[in-house]
């Protein structure tokens, strides 16, 4: 299998090793290579070259129906062209993608279909994985549009095009009542509407919602038979359009669009195509600031008037005040009054002579939970909602008898918790930045101090990121799902056009902090006091100038991301009486520099 430019060849051999070969013919195979790789990420096309993304490392993560998954552990970049890349911008994408495979949890199979639950897998036609993969699930489907590209012309790059989905995967080899099994948990984050906390909110023009995961908790029996189960649940943004506008402050301005019943409408019949029946679950507060949030929500949900989405509100700061969180069995009560309980879950069992698999039950519904950032409060929720069922399952499958509680095995108890933790840490930490809140509750099944203190942590942790920070990983995101294209691109984005004053402030700032410092703590003259008063004074009417410009200018410092604009801010978003001038730089200016663009890719086209 061969990826042409236009003068060497990179070929990826049926033995993993890889090699390029020149116009003259000469090839070399690459030293660091000197094994077989696990596999190729993708090729990605950036500003002036196509580089190769090679799967270096992997770790084992465990085996269910005896397939293997994987974890990408390392990788490697390598150029299709000769000589170092000095390009800055170029570096600058190619460190973008570097940070995004590094941090993103990654994982893949070669022989089973990750993008899939076992329920969508038992329809799957039998062709190659890559073939039957759940587009919304199946992460470097962009960087692998080359070699599927390539593939429909040549078959044998069927087995080079590697599947792989940003989550969370455990899988662990258990027991319950001496009955021997696997206990699995798979998240898959969807590659539509993909981003980080305050640059990703809501729906858009095709349904999609912002923080969209599906997550499947497996049981796979290690007895005669194997009989897997498979409880399905999803998560994602209020699907209607909404922003929360980061300005410096704790909590930015929320924004309630125009109304979203027809994105809203496509949206619900995607995951009623997917799912079946919707229980949709809305945790956002009824009060204060998430309120306007609730009331669209209830208004397109109100519209809809579909008997096959239900709606539940449940206020989780209400409800779970004083760390009371196990009233959140109020809510599954709430559910099952509902006919939740009647969706059930997928079953399958191994036929002994034919070696497959055969259904013995189906998942008919689904139940959707959502608080503002589908994070913390949904995690509670989905955790106590995942042992709720499985309580349901080890019954029917007798490896509990009635009346007994899978609590009660204390090794498995501890397993559950952890897995259900970590997957809430996971999912977090590519939306916020940070591990999750209230996983004390969801480990130990019950609140603690040092937990809400841990809680506060993170909290400071995610203001500091997702203002400060967070720009370059929504970039990093636009730049390896294809939403932007480095190539098209006339100017390019990484200049800071801030005017000089702007861009100058935090520099005022931290010089009058350090001459404070100086003057406070650095050797002096006895009869220097008045001379130092005053020389402190004038940096703290300094200091006390700049951190009000600052803040008076948030816009203007939030790290916003560069290669695709967010479609929710304007220059009428940004522009106060008084500061417009200022205030309306950060967008207006990256509008002309957009119309530039545009102007001169017309003039392109006409020319060509």
């Not at 030293?31 to 790789?37: D, E, K, L, P």
Request: proline fraction near 3%.
């Amino acid at each position: 299998m061969s990826c042409h430019v236009s003068w060497q060849t990179l070929t990826c051999r049926m033995t993993g090793w890889l090699t390029r070969q020149a116009d003259d013919g000469d090839t070399d195979q690459y030293a660091t290579f000197g094994q077989s790789v696990p596999g190729i990420l993708g090729i990605m096309r950036l500003r002036i070259g196509k580089y190769v993304i090679v799967i270096t490392k992997s770790e084992k993560i465990g085996l269910i129906k005896g397939h293997v998954v994987y974890r990408i552990t390392d990788f490697e970049f390598i150029s299709l062209r000769d000589g170092a890349v000095r390009d800055k911008d170029e570096l600058t994408y190619l460190s973008l993608l570097k940070r995004h495979i590094k941090t993103g949890p990654m994982y893949f199979s070669y022989t089973w279909d990750l993008t899939n639950s076992m329920q969508r897998q038992q329809v799957a036609p039998d062709v190659a994985i890559w073939k039957k993969a759940d587009e919304r699930f199946f992460w470097n489907r962009y960087a692998q549009s080359e070699l599927i590209e390539y593939s429909k012309t040549n078959s044998d790059a069927d087995q080079f095009i590697l599947p792989v989905i940003f989550g969370y995967v455990s899988l662990s080899k258990t027991s319950i009542n001496d009955v021997p099994l696997t206990f699995g948990l798979i998240s898959r984050r969807s590659r539509f509407r993909a981003g980080t906390r305050y640059f990703s909110r809501g729906i858009d023009q095709h349904g999609n919602v912002s923080n969209f995961n599906e997550t499947e908790q497996l049981i796979v029996l290690e007895v005669q038979g194997e009989d897997t189960y498979s409880f399905v649940q999803t998560r994602g943004s209020v699907p209607v359009y909404w922003a929360e506008i980061n300005n410096l402050r704790y909590k930015p301005k929320l924004r309630v669009f125009d109304s979203a019943f027809e994105t809203a409408r496509v949206h619900f019949d995607q995951q009623k195509k997917s799912y079946g029946t919707n229980y949709c679950v809305n945790l956002v507060n009824q009060k204060g600031h998430e309120q306007p949030v609730k009331s669209a929500y209830e208004t397109a949900i109100k519209l809809l008037g579909d008997p096959e989405v239900a709606y539940v509100y449940f206020d989780f700061h209400h409800e779970c005040r004083g760390m009371k969180f196990h009233r959140v069995q109020l809510l599954i009560d709430r559910l099952v009054e509902m006919g939740a309980d009647k969706m059930g879950w997928f079953q399958s069992v191994t036929d002994p002579e034919k070696q497959v698999s055969v259904p013995k039950k189906l998942q008919n519904g689904v139940v959707r939970t959502n608080c503002m950032d589908c994070l913390d409060r949904t995690n509670v929720v989905q955790s106590m909602l995942a042992g709720w069922t499985l309580q349901k399952i080890l019954v029917d499958a007798k490896v509990l008898a009635f009346g007994g509680r899978w609590e009660d095995d204390t090794k498995f108890e501890l397993l559950f918790r952890n897995v259900w933790a970590d997957n809430a840490d996971y999912i977090s930490r590519a939306y916020s930045g940070t591990g999750a809140l209230k996983t004390d509750f969801t480990r130990t099944g019950k609140r603690t101090k040092t937990g809400a203190i841990n809680d506060l942590m993170n909290s400071i942790e995610r203001y500091t990121r997702n203002n400060f920070f967070d720009g370059p990983r929504q970039d990093a995101y636009d730049l390896f799902l294809g939403n932007h294209h480095p190539y098209e691109v006339v100017e390019p984005p990484f200049r800071d056009h801030r005017p000089l004053l702007v861009q100058s402030m935090p520099f005022i700032s931290y010089g009058a902090v350090l001459m404070i410092g100086a003057a406070l703590f650095l050797p002096r003259a006895n009869d220097a006091k008045l001379s130092i008063s005053i020389f402190i004074g004038i940096w703290l009417v300094v200091l006390g100038y700049s951190i009000y410009f600052i803040a008076q200018h948030g816009l203007a410092y939030v790290n916003w991301p560069r290669l695709v604009p967010l479609d929710y801010v304007g220059e009428q978003e940004v522009v106060h009486p008084g500061t417009g001038k200022i205030r309306g730089w950060v967008m207006s200016e990256k509008s002309k520099i957009e119309s530039k663009i545009r102007g001169l890719e017309e003039g392109k086209k006409r020319t060509e």
